[in-house]
C-alpha cells in the first residue's frame, strides 16, 4: 500500500484522484487546500490528515517523512500556475509525482523540472489519461497498420459549457490558467500528436475568452479544431435537449466515439503509474509547446484551413474584458 498526500483538495478533479488512490488500493495521509469544502475526502479517506495552510501541510509532511508513515506519492490538482511549484514540492520531500494537465504552462518549466528529477532521484507522471481510452488506443493501431504515407482529414470539437463564474476563477486569468487552449485543450493536443505525429504547422485563427479554434498539419494528419466554453457555440441539437457539453472527433468524415468511459480513466492512470509505466516529463513536452506557441500567436482570422464552427458568432465578454 502506496502512502499518497494530495494538493488541491478542493478542486473539481480531485474527486477523481482520490477515488484513482482507494480503488488501486493505497491510502490517503494529507491533503492541502486553501478552500475547505472537502467533505468529499469522507467518501474516501475520513481519516486523512486536512490542512488550509500550505505551511501547516508542509510541516506535516515533513514529519511523515522521519517515521513509517513516509510520503510515497503527491499527487497535484492545484491551479494550472501553482503545478510547477507543487511538483518541486513533491520532489524535494522524497516522493514521486502525479499532476494533472496541464503539467505546466512554459516548455522551459520542463527542463528545470528534470533537473529537479535528478537531484532528488525522483520521477514526475502527467495525467494523460486519453491515451490510455481503449477507442484511442484502437485508432492509434488503426493508424500505425495503414498506408504509410495516408494523410488523414481529422475534425476535433469540444465545447464545454461554463458560466459568469469562470471569467472570476483563476480559469478566466490567462497568466493562471494558460486560456482556454490551455485549460481544456492540452490533453486533446496530446492525444492528436500521440497518433498521427509531430506539428509540422501551426495555425490559429480565432483565440478568444470563451473559445479558440485552429488548423494543424500533423505528420500523418490535417487537423481543424475548435474549443469553447460558450453553451452559444452548442450544435442546436444539443441546445434542443438542454446539453451543456459536446464532444466530436471526426477522421475523414467518420465520428469516432469516445465519449464514454472518462470517470474511470483516472483510475486506469494510476494503476499504470504504480506498474512503473507512466507518462513522464518527455511525454508531456509536445503538448505544452503546443499551448505555449498558441498562446502567444496572432490568430489570422477565418482564412485557409478553418473549423466550420469558427464561423460561430463571436459573444463579448459577460465584464467587458
Not at 236 to 245: A, E, F, I, L, Q
Not at 285 to 291: A, D, K
Request: charged share 30%; hydrophobic share 35%; aromatic share 12%.
Amino acid at each position: 500500500m502506496k502512502k499518497f498526500a494530495l494538493i488541491g483538495a478542493a478542486g473539481y478533479i480531485s474527486p477523481r484522484h482520490m477515488k484513482a488512490i482507494k480503488d488501486t488500493k493505497n491510502d490517503l495521509l494529507a491533503a492541502y487546500d486553501k478552500f475547505d469544502s472537502v467533505g468529499i475526502i469522507d467518501s474516501y479517506f475520513p481519516n486523512a490528515d486536512f490542512f488550509t495552510e500550505f505551511e501547516r501541510f508542509d510541516r506535516h509532511v515533513e514529519k511523515l517523512k522521519r517515521t513509517t508513515q513516509k510520503i510515497d506519492y503527491v499527487s497535484i490538482c492545484s491551479p494550472n500556475y501553482l503545478h510547477d511549484s507543487h511538483i518541486r514540492f513533491g520532489l524535494r520531500i522524497g516522493a514521486d509525482v502525479i499532476c494533472e494537465k496541464p503539467l505546466v504552462l512554459n516548455p522551459w518549466n520542463i527542463d528545470a523540472l528534470k533537473e529537479v528529477e535528478k537531484e532528488h532521484g525522483k520521477k514526475v507522471y502527467n495525467i494523460l489519461q486519453l491515451r490510455l481510452h481503449p477507442s484511442i488506443i484502437a485508432l492509434k493501431k488503426k493508424i500505425q497498420e495503414g498506408p504509410v504515407d495516408k494523410i488523414y482529414e481529422v475534425d476535433l470539437t469540444y465545447i464545454t459549457s461554463r458560466g459568469h463564474w469562470y471569467y472570476t476563477s483563476w480559469k478566466g486569468d490567462v497568466s493562471k490558467s494558460g486560456g482556454i487552449a490551455t485549460n481544456i485543450g492540452v490533453h486533446f493536443y496530446d492525444m492528436l500528436t500521440w497518433i498521427f505525429g509531430a506539428v509540422k504547422e501551426n495555425v490559429i485563427h480565432i483565440h478568444m475568452h470563451d473559445r479558440a479554434s485552429g488548423y494543424f498539419e500533423l505528420e500523418r494528419a490535417r487537423v481543424r479544431w475548435f474549443l469553447s466554453i460558450s453553451s452559444d457555440t452548442l450544435p442546436d441539437s444539443v441546445k434542443d435537449k438542454g446539453g451543456k457539453t459536446y464532444r466530436s472527433l471526426t477522421m475523414e468524415g467518420k465520428e469516432i466515439e469516445f465519449s464514454d468511459g472518462f470517470t474511470e480513466l483516472h483510475t486506469h492512470s494510476y494503476q499504470h503509474i504504480l506498474e512503473g509505466k507512466g507518462f513522464g516529463l518527455e511525454e508531456a513536452r509536445n503538448s505544452i509547446e503546443i499551448v505555449h506557441e498558441i498562446r502567444h500567436k496572432d490568430p489570422i482570422g477565418l482564412k485557409g484551413e478553418y473549423h466550420p464552427f469558427a464561423r460561430k458568432t463571436l459573444s463579448p465578454h459577460p465584464f467587458g474584458k
